[in-house]
């Protein structure tokens, strides 16, 4: 994959960087040569600097370094769509996004797994979900343990209130396994697909 830089008098490309986890386009910048041979092997997304007329890692003053996960160059090569990881806030004014939005996907297990990672990253005394992640991996692992065996033993029964109550406890301590284990569901979602046709 190489983008064609010829076809702008300055030699560089727009590169759109989205969140792989919630979808939302986080910011625009561009590149030349240099600063997309730079991203791709450091795995960091790098700019041109048009202002500064140098190279840029965005991240190297802030910390909140966009860890690239996926790259992809448009019809006419001359578009990059990076895929990333943040780090942090995007933005310089310390917002989520340049748009000034927050970084959440439009569904509402993209917004639970947000909170989940805020609460991982940044504790709460009063937090249920921050007090699992500081017990630590086994007591995480062990909470899906029963909460699945709980959504048994009512699967075996006519109470739908019940059940539905156990299945989303379910679901909230697998997010909460997958955030403790540094996954998204996301990834997971991406193994069912790549299964998808094989024997389903």
Not at 24 to 29: A, C, E, Q, W
Not at 98 to 110: I, S
Request: with cysteine; proline share 4%.
């Amino acid at each position: 994959m190489q983008p064609d830089f010829t076809k702008s008098p300055d030699q560089l490309v727009p590169a759109i960087i989205q969140d792989s986890r919630t979808g939302k386009v986080l910011m625009l910048g561009y590149m030349n040569a240099e600063a997309f041979r730079k991203t791709q092997e450091e795995k960091r997304v790098s700019f041109f600097s048009r202002s500064k007329k140098r190279i840029w890692t965005k991240g190297e003053e802030s910390g909140n370094f966009l860890a690239v996960d996926e790259i992809k160059l448009d019809c006419d090569q001359d578009t990059l769509l990076i895929r990333v990881t943040p780090a942090g806030p995007v933005c310089h004014t310390g917002s989520d996004t340049c748009w000034q939005e927050p970084n959440r996907g439009n569904d509402f297990l993209a917004k639970l797994e947000a909170i989940i990672r805020e609460r991982k990253n940044n504790p709460a005394d009063n937090s249920y979900t921050s007090s699992l992640f500081k017990k630590g991996i086994n007591k995480v692992a062990q909470k899906v343990g029963e909460e699945a065996v709980e959504l048994v033993i009512e699967a075996k029964d006519s109470n739908a209130d019940l059940f539905k109550n156990e299945a989303a406890d379910l679901l909230y301590h697998y997010l909460v396994l997958l955030a403790a284990k540094d996954f998204s569901l996301g990834e997971i979602v991406s193994v069912l697909e790549e299964r998808h046709g094989e024997s389903l």
